[in-house]
């Protein structure tokens, strides 16, 4: 029997195998939860309905995350499925491309800015307050995906990493806020991997390669990786955790010179 047996996860942000989402579920799933998904736009639902399958499940369900309606729907629709969700995962950022590269001040705008903290942080908050009456009384978990680059400067990471910065502090506000009702909340601050969103930033290779020579581990981590520590966090052996962020990046986070 695994960890997560009997648990209920909504995984949000799932675009692909090679998605850091698509290495937590496939985590999860081993250790037992039942999963459901949400697919971003029409485009997308094929493709996660098919991965969602390999998961054994059939829940799949639409929202954009810039859309409070879309996200309050999700857990009304899902409420015809379960009666209470154990886990939510956020696994959702954007900027601009245009913004991901070069200097910061000259490409930062306020629409991008404003854009990528309502995707990428402030989306997490709208999920925890559309599926709070669901996660009571469960020792329920929230877990969202961070990167270094919301504590250190990366370079033509820019925006995102003031939104990560965001993020983190979202992490800690609402596990204080949601701690008296038994609900925990961490994020995971992972390193590089190759994803479609990954793709965005300017150079992004020259940071894999970086990443990898400057690790302890002297390699870049996977998304199975990033998703047995998911699996963890989001598990009752991790009970007594909240409002942190594990570092799953080989390493490279406390190096300073090699």
């Given at each position: 029997?695994?960890?997560?047996?009997?648990?209920?996860?909504?995984?949000?942000?799932?675009?692909?195998?090679?998605?850091?989402?698509?290495?937590?579920?496939?985590?999860?799933?081993?250790?037992?939860?039942?999963?459901?998904?949400?697919?971003?736009?029409?485009?997308?639902?094929?493709?996660?309905?098919?991965?969602?399958?390999?998961?054994?499940?059939?829940?799949v369900?639409?929202?954009?995350?810039?859309?409070?309606?879309?996200?309050?729907?999700?857990?009304?629709?899902?409420?015809?499925?379960?009666?209470?969700?154990?886990?939510?995962?956020?696994s959702?950022?954007?900027?601009?491309?245009?913004?991901?590269?070069?200097?910061?001040?000259?490409?930062?705008?306020?629409?991008?800015?404003?854009?990528a903290?309502?995707?990428?942080?402030?989306?997490?908050?709208?999920?925890?307050?559309?599926?709070?009456?669901?996660?009571?009384?469960?020792?329920?978990?929230?877990?969202?995906?961070?990167?270094?680059?919301?504590?250190?400067?990366?370079?033509?990471?820019?925006?995102?990493?003031?939104?990560?910065?965001?993020?983190?502090?979202?992490?800690?506000?609402?596990?204080?806020?949601?701690?008296?009702?038994?609900?925990?909340?961490?994020?995971?601050?992972?390193?590089?991997?190759?994803?479609?969103?990954?793709?965005?930033?300017?150079?992004?290779?020259?940071?894999?390669?970086?990443?990898?020579?400057?690790?302890?581990?002297?390699?870049?981590?996977?998304?199975?990786?990033?998703?047995?520590?998911?699996?963890?966090?989001?598990?009752?052996?991790?009970?007594?955790?909240?409002?942190?962020?594990?570092?799953?990046?080989?390493?490279?986070?406390?190096?300073?010179?090699?």
């Amino acid at each position: 029997m695994g960890f997560l047996e009997n648990k209920n996860a909504l995984i949000v942000g799932v675009a692909s195998t090679r998605s850091i989402a698509w290495g937590i579920a496939k985590a999860m799933q081993r250790e037992g939860a039942n999963l459901a998904f949400t697919a971003q736009n029409e485009k997308l639902t094929s493709r996660v309905e098919k991965l969602a399958s390999e998961c054994d499940s059939d829940i799949v369900l639409p929202c954009d995350v810039s859309n409070d309606e879309e996200i309050n729907q999700v857990f009304e629709k899902l409420d015809d499925y379960w009666d209470h969700v154990d886990i939510i995962v956020h696994s959702v950022a954007f900027a601009n491309k245009e913004e991901l590269e070069g200097d910061y001040l000259d490409n930062v705008t306020r629409e991008g800015f404003k854009m990528a903290q309502d995707i990428s942080s402030y989306s997490f908050s709208a999920l925890a307050k559309a599926g709070r009456n669901m996660m009571q009384g469960r020792n329920a978990s929230l877990l969202t995906l961070s990167y270094l680059g919301a504590v250190r400067t990366i370079p033509n990471y820019n925006v995102m990493g003031i939104a990560k910065a965001s993020l983190e502090a979202n992490v800690r506000y609402m596990a204080q806020c949601l701690g008296p009702e038994g609900i925990r909340v961490n994020a995971i601050s992972a390193g590089p991997i190759r994803t479609l969103a990954a793709a965005g930033i300017s150079d992004f290779r020259e940071m894999l390669k970086y990443s990898e020579n400057a690790s302890p581990l002297k390699r870049n981590v996977t998304i199975d990786e990033v998703g047995n520590v998911a699996a963890f966090l989001a598990s009752d052996l991790a009970s007594g955790m909240t409002g942190d962020v594990l570092y799953v990046d080989g390493g490279y986070h406390m190096v300073g010179m090699v």
